[in-house]
T-cell receptor, first 112, second 116 residues
Framework: DAKTTQPTSMDCAEGRAANLPCNHSTISGNEYVYWYRQIHSQGPQYIIHGLKNNETNEMASLIITEDRKSSTLILPHATLRDTAVYYCIASYSGGGADGLTFGKGTHLIIQP | DTGVSQDPRHKITKRGQNVTFRCDPISEHNRLYWYRQTLGQGPEFLTYFQNEAQLEKSRLLSDRFSAERPKGSFSTLEIQRTEQGDSAMYLC??????????????FGPGTRLTVT
């Protein structure tokens, strides 16, 4: 799986959009970009994934650049409950023989 | 609740003892994963099952670690002769994997192991 790079931490005001960047410059053409988050002392939670096109679901939007070397996860209206560590992961399908390779992620803190 | 469940949620054991953790995946899911997470780090993949077959186990941390999924439903992770370095959160995840499709993993709440 390709290596991903994320900022260590970010702050965002409650009610504003949180934009979390991820660099994956060595991603292969058939690797998906996955986002998971982990709220303190809980198991990781799947958020969204995409291959080439932008994706949106009830939790977030995923914007992938045309060259696929970077992406941005957007939480449109952040709440205090969105405070968590967010992981950006490149994976061929969702975690086969190598599972998912988690880095250290971005610690997103939502400020009241 | 039809999510992934793990038991126990917390386990304190003395060094040298054996421990076993259980994971119950989402019922129709055919793939089950085990991960370990130490403080300040992301989860680290250990092993996975496709139905009852363990397809990858080279990433288990040592021969003291073993996992089973006897009937393709629940799974157990056993650590023999525990060491203080085994103290961590042990996470289980499950997926429904269909040929040719991407998929997501659903994680349980984890079992926190403390070895004294």
């Amino acid at each position: 799986d390709a290596k991903t790079t994320q900022p260590t931490s970010m702050d965002c005001a409650e009610g504003r959009a949180a934009n979390l960047p991820c660099n994956h410059s060595t991603i292969s053409g058939n690797e998906y970009v996955y986002w998971y988050r982990q709220i303190h002392s809980q198991g990781p939670q799947y958020i969204i994934h995409g291959l080439k096109n932008n994706e949106t679901n009830e939790m977030a939007s995923l914007i992938i650049t045309e060259d696929r070397k970077s992406s941005t996860l957007i939480l449109p209206h952040a709440t205090l409950r969105d405070t968590a560590v967010y992981y950006c992961i490149a994976s061929y399908s969702g975690g086969g023989a190598d599972g998912l390779t988690f880095g250290k992620g971005t610690h997103l803190i939502i400020q009241p | 609740d039809t999510g992934v469940s793990q038991d126990p949620r917390h386990k304190i054991t003395k060094r040298g003892q054996n421990v076993t953790f259980r994971c119950d995946p989402i019922s129709e899911h055919n793939r089950l994963y085990w991960y370990r997470q130490t403080l300040g780090q992301g989860p680290e993949f250990l092993t996975y099952f496709q139905n009852e077959a363990q397809l990858e186990k080279s990433r288990l941390l040592s021969d003291r670690f073993s996992a089973e999924r006897p009937k393709g439903s629940f799974s157990t992770l056993e650590i023999q002769r525990t060491e203080q370095g085994d103290s961590a959160m042990y996470l289980c995840a499950s997926s429904l994997v269909l040929t040719g499709s991407s998929y997501e993993q659903y994680f349980g709440p984890g079992t926190r192991l403390t070895v004294t």
